[in-house]
């Protein structure tokens, strides 16, 4: 892939999405990240975008993205930090520390779940949230990005 740069969208995911198609597919669904990222990758050549698709069981190496994402000029960052959402001061001042638009996402929606899950310190630094809507909400992050 050529370096990033403003049509370039950033699509970081955090702990354990690396297992979607199999991991609780009642809560997450059947899709497994390659196939969003494929659904993405099409949509994105729709929009004269394009995605840079990582994922990351590590805290830091997602803080280290966000910035990276700042310095090549993306145009957009969609964010699913799954159950770092609700644990990380790190991400939340990551995200606040750079200009480059933050968008979060999320496969289910946290606040028809457990309690734990209803605060969001990713949320309280990003342009937006978009959850519950499976798969589709990493591509309605994408349209929302396309506009940025």
Not at 79 to 102: M, Q
């Amino acid at each position: 892939m050529p370096a990033p740069d403003n049509t370039t969208v950033f699509v970081l995911n955090g702990p354990s999405l690396n297992l979607l198609g199999t991991r609780e597919p009642e809560i997450y669904g059947h899709d497994t990240l390659d196939d969003i990222a494929g659904r993405l990758e099409d949509r994105a050549r729709e929009l004269d975008l394009n995605i840079d698709m990582r994922q990351s069981n590590h805290e830091g190496h997602l803080v280290d993205w966000l910035h990276e994402a700042q310095a090549y000029d993306a145009r957009a960052v969609i964010l699913n930090a799954g159950a770092f959402t609700h644990t990380s001061i790190a991400l939340h001042d990551a995200i606040k520390a750079i200009r480059t638009p933050v968008i979060e996402v999320h496969l289910s929606n946290p606040h028809a779940r457990e309690e734990f899950r209803h605060t969001s310190f990713v949320g309280r630094a990003a342009r937006g949230t978009i959850a519950g809507f499976g798969a589709l909400s990493y591509a309605l992050a994408l349209e929302a990005a396309a506009q940025f």
